[in-house]
């Protein structure tokens, strides 16, 4: 039995893996339709990891022993995120081992050891990559635990698996204002924290403006298909949490009959296609802010999620 | 069975206190040779460090109790009290295991040459940690005072070891004058506290019935003396100058364990001494410890000295731990026993990891500062290639003190905001608005405490040399190489095992709070609360994280085709990259400046477009100097000045003043 829900466990964060690049594609695929282009294939991000593992590996002459063991590490914390959070089932041994605050803290790992990465060489781009991305990391942390803090009050606790319990047992629809709050606030921290458009964008090396790709500048090869990789499955996973939190309808409770986990994993790409979808639309209607318009971007998200908080609380009294 | 010392635990500890003071006095014997104070000394000062952790942590066991001496020393009717419980047994536990690590690390690090000679150098550390212990196990205010004064005293020989630099001198008096005005208040406060019957025994102060309005006037004396001690704002000024100053050894003693006992001190006054307060000293001390953590990070992601930067830090580190405290105050106000143990095990562990990390990183510094001889960061860089071991062992300190899983620094950042998540539940709804917003700044606090770790260690560690010399720094000896992998062995333990540090925190808890935290799941995992609200498990994470990081590895192995060339960096293809293209420790900070813009006073000397030879300075000031500091002691000389008038320097004005004062006194006799 535990065996069988350990192996559960792995073949989810498994299935993040596969799928994470999918989502990419996907979300590509839209904003190209969207903005009148003719659209790159789905697999698109399958080919481009394909070739990446083909190239030979370039690395800087004085890279040091970190610059190479951190793809490795960003990579393994975002399958370990994504083996923890429930996406498919919330029947898992594993999910003890972390809360949703010790998640936001894996994800402080992953961006930590990527700046130290990006450090490591001593170009100019580096370090401004890694100045850029501390300084929207330690915007969004704070309001993605004011998010987290919201559900905590809704539904008593900052584990996942028991948030989405409490969720689906409350009622069907969830309609409450501090989560209307809290929703916004965490659509916010998910696009900065993913580098998408109004922060950061993923298409573009424009030197004035980027932040997520300054960091891998350096990076060739099989290094590179790994830090690519590992920020697919970081916009799966805030993917998951988001549904996790928000609308985890679907998600099976038990896992032991194999209807509710199809249902589930159906049920699954349905919300990852409407999301990808929805993130396409916003970065098309939106338009890049220049990099110090980005803390009052991910301010108003904290004092959005903080609001959430104080509107529960409120509302309880 | 069990061993002697552990059966009569305060006399042991009284010896192994004794054998430090001995060990410095043998310093004296042979006072310059570093052979002998150095390499035979200071690493039987670690042994005795390990001594006393072992003894304190017998205190720690369920079902202990508090072990009293009495010392027939000191003066005349006023023996000295000592006692031994699970309060002064976990800070003891603290000492014992950070000071055993700095130990050592200090036999390879102290050379002859600069500044006190070795002997003297090591009477004043002996001194040093055994009045810290002494701290801890005083019953009696009298005792207490006596010890306080002694480490004060001591460290501050120890801040001027190189008394010739007069930057050092001032940051010495500084640091000695907010001593004293802290020690006064601390000695005031014992004033107050013991209820009128004029007995300073610790015992006799815990029987005292004190009217509330004594009782507040008493915390609030405790609370600005240690804070004093502690660091917090606004008496936080003499740290970014004294820690700096001091020896690296000294700097990690200051900050890892000397800034902990007044952590104790608070603790022990305001939660043991004292009974139930009125809710507000909970709610103040919480906020003021907040303010305290946002403005020390703030100011750490602005320095430009390596060790300023850390002293900024310890501000911070400081501040969570206060802010704790505070929370663990409202929340006994409120009869709410079990949040209460919460916050003060996330208190209590928070000084543990403290002590660890923060030592690791100041002794690196000091590594790199006898490696190079730079404490500027701009003129640091790269050292990762020259020195890899103090780089490797500084990582773990920096990842641990930055709050990431699954080292020690995230579990007692998580404690502390699971405290804070439990705080609905207090029936105070002005209390209720309030709290949330804590532990908002909790979570900025600790997303910035990352942004200026990675500042700290990528300019020193990564990225190329900034100056030429670099290249010629060497790896640290091996001594010191043990003393750091001592305190980062401590850091991941802590991280991977958070149930040994619950543990250790539930005796202390149960004893002062009544209520003991639970450490909740099975060995694997901890869930204070209930296993349905919050778990982490640390060894699952790293473990997880390796076996991912191993599996990845096998695989690219197994398929990649392992052809790996060296370059030039690329750079976007640009050729001519030099070193000072990387961003400055300045400009690392550029965006903390811009945001907190109003928590600094900047003074900017930006070029004119047409300077032939551009030179660019910002100077950063803590605003507190002028707002404050600068006020009282023009105050202070005006008040001198006014008394200077009866100085005439002239003898017959002296015997016409005493001429005056006698008719003044036979006026009031007859």
């Not at chain 2, 498990?537 to 991912?548: D, F, I, K, N, T």
Request: contains cysteine; aromatic residues 10%; positive net charge.
């Amino acid at each position: 039995m535990n065996m069988i829900a350990l192996l559960r466990q792995l073949a989810e964060a498994l299935l993040a893996v596969a799928l994470a690049p999918l989502l990419a594609g996907w979300v590509a695929q839209c904003r190209a339709w969207l903005q009148n282009r003719s659209a790159p294939s789905l697999l698109q991000p399958y080919r481009k990891l394909r070739k990446l593992f083909h190239k030979d590996a370039v690395l800087a002459e004085h890279a040091s022993p970190l610059f190479r063991i951190t793809p490795y590490v960003v990579f393994g914390t975002m399958v370990l995120a994504a083996a923890i959070i429930p996406s498919v089932t919330t029947d898992m041994p594993f999910a003890r081992v972390a809360d949703a605050i010790a998640l936001v803290g894996l994800f402080a790992t992953a961006r930590v050891f990527m700046a130290l990465a990006a450090m490591d060489i001593g170009t100019a781009f580096g370090t401004l990559g890694a100045r850029r991305e501390m300084m929207v990391g330690f915007l969004a942390e704070p309001a993605l635990l004011m998010v987290l803090f919201n559900a905590f009050l809704m539904y008593g606790s900052t584990a996942l698996p028991t948030v989405v319990h409490g969720a689906l047992a409350a009622h069907g629809l969830i309609l409450r204002p501090s989560l209307a709050f809290a929703g916004v606030a965490f659509v916010m921290v998910l696009l900065a924290e993913n580098g998408r458009i109004p922060i950061d964008n993923p298409t573009t090396h424009l030197e004035l403006t980027m932040i997520h790709e300054a960091m891998l500048l350096e990076y060739s090869a099989l290094h590179l298909a790994l830090m690519e990789w590992a920020a697919w499955l970081k916009l799966f996973n805030y993917a998951c949490i988001g549904f996790a939190l928000f609308a985890p309808w679907g998600i099976a409770l038990h896992a032991d009959t194999t209807s509710p986990l199809l249902l589930a994993l159906a049920l699954l790409l349905l919300k990852l296609a409407v999301a990808g979808g929805a993130l396409a639309v916003i970065e098309t209607v939106s338009a890049k802010l220049r990099v110090f318009r980005a803390p009052e971007f991910l301010s108003t998200a904290f004092l959005l999620a903080v609001l959430g908080i104080l509107v529960h609380l409120q509302l309880r009294s | 069975m069990t061993y002697l010392p552990f059966a009569y635990p305060l006399p042991a500890l009284i010896t192994l206190i004794a054998a430090w003071l001995v060990l410095g006095m043998l310093g004296l014997l042979q006072p310059q040779r570093v052979g002998w104070v150095a390499r035979m000394l200071f690493p039987l000062g670690a042994l005795v460090a390990l001594g006393v952790a072992a003894v304190a942590v017998s205190a720690l066991r369920a079902g202990f109790t508090p072990q009293v001496l009495v010392l027939p020393l000191g003066l005349p009717d006023l023996p000295f009290h000592l006692r031994l419980d699970a309060l002064s047994g976990f800070f003891l536990m603290l000492l014992g295991i950070a000071g055993a690590g700095i130990s050592i690390f200090a036999a390879g690090y102290f050379r002859r040459g600069e500044g006190t000679s070795p002997g003297l150098l090591g009477l004043q550390y002996h001194v040093f940690l055994a009045s810290m212990a002494l701290v801890v196990l005083a019953d009696d205010a009298y005792l207490f005072m006596l010890a306080w004064e002694t480490m004060a005293l001591s460290s501050y020989f120890l801040v001027t070891s190189q008394h010739r630099i007069a930057e050092i001198r001032r940051a010495g008096f500084i640091y000695l004058l907010m001593a004293h005005i802290g020690a006064l208040s601390i000695l005031l406060c014992f004033g107050a506290l013991h209820g009128g019957n004029w007995t300073m025994t610790f015992d006799a102060m815990r029987g005292a019935s004190l009217s509330p309005a004594w009782a507040d006037v008493a915390f609030c004396l405790a609370l600005f003396g240690f804070g004093a001690k502690a660091g917090l704002f606004p008496v936080h000024i003499w740290l970014p100058e004294a820690h700096p100053a001091a020896p690296s050894p000294v700097s990690a003693m200051m900050s890892g364990l000397m800034l902990k006992t007044a952590i104790y001190g608070l603790l022990r006054v305001s939660m043991d001494l004292m009974h139930t307060g009125p809710w507000w000293w909970g709610l103040v001390t919480m906020l003021i410890g907040l303010f305290t953590a946002l403005f020390g990070v703030v100011f750490a992601a602005v320095q430009t000295d390596m060790k300023r930067l850390l002293a900024y830090s310890s501000i911070e580190n400081i501040g969570l731990i206060i802010a704790a405290v505070g929370l663990a105050l409202l929340a006994r106000s409120f009869d709410m026993n079990l949040l209460a143990a919460l916050a003060l095990a996330a208190a209590l562990i928070h000084a543990f990891n403290h002590a660890l990390f923060k030592s690791l990183l100041f002794l690196a510094t000091g590594s790199v500062l006898h490696a190079t001889g730079e404490r500027n960061l701009g003129k640091l860089g790269g050292l990762i290639r020259y020195m890899p071991w103090v780089a490797m062992l500084a990582l773990v300190g920096t990842l641990a003190i930055a709050g990431l899983p699954p080292l020690n620094g995230f579990v007692s950042e998580w404690l502390l905001l699971q405290a804070f998540l439990s705080t609905p539940a207090i029936p105070h709804s002005f209390i209720n608005m309030i709290v949330p917003l804590g532990a908002a700044a909790v979570a900025l606090t600790a997303a910035l405490a990352g942004y200026v770790m990675v500042k700290f260690y990528g300019v020193i560690f990564l990225g190329q040399p900034r100056e030429a010399q670099l290249e010629r720094a060497h790896d640290a000896g091996v001594l010191e190489r043990i003393g750091l992998a001592w305190l980062a062995l401590g850091c991941i333990l802590i991280g991977v095992f958070p149930q040994v540090a619950l543990d250790a925190a539930a005796s202390v808890t149960r004893a002062l709070t009544g209520a003991a935290v639970q450490r909740g799941g099975t060995i694997w995992w901890i869930a204070p609360v209930s296993p349905a609200q919050a778990s982490y498990s640390g060894l699952w994470l790293l473990a997880g994280l390796l076996g991912v990081v191993a599996v990845v590895f096998v695989i690219v192995r197994l398929f990649y085709h392992g052809r790996v060339r060296r370059v030039p960096p690329w750079d976007c293809g640009y050729r001519w990259l030099t070193p000072r293209m990387q961003d400055t420790a300045e400009g690392f900070g550029q965006p903390i400046r811009r945001i907190f813009g109003p928590f600094f006073r900047i003074e900017r000397e930006v070029p004119a477009p047409d300077d032939a030879q551009p030179h660019y300075a910002i100077r950063i000031e803590d605003r507190t100097w002028r707002a404050i500091y600068a006020p009282i002691t023009a105050t202070v000389r005006r008040l001198a000045d006014a008394v200077a008038v009866l100085q005439r320097g002239r003898l017959a004005v002296y015997l016409l003043y005493s001429f005056l004062t006698l008719i003044v006194l036979l006026m009031f006799v007859i």
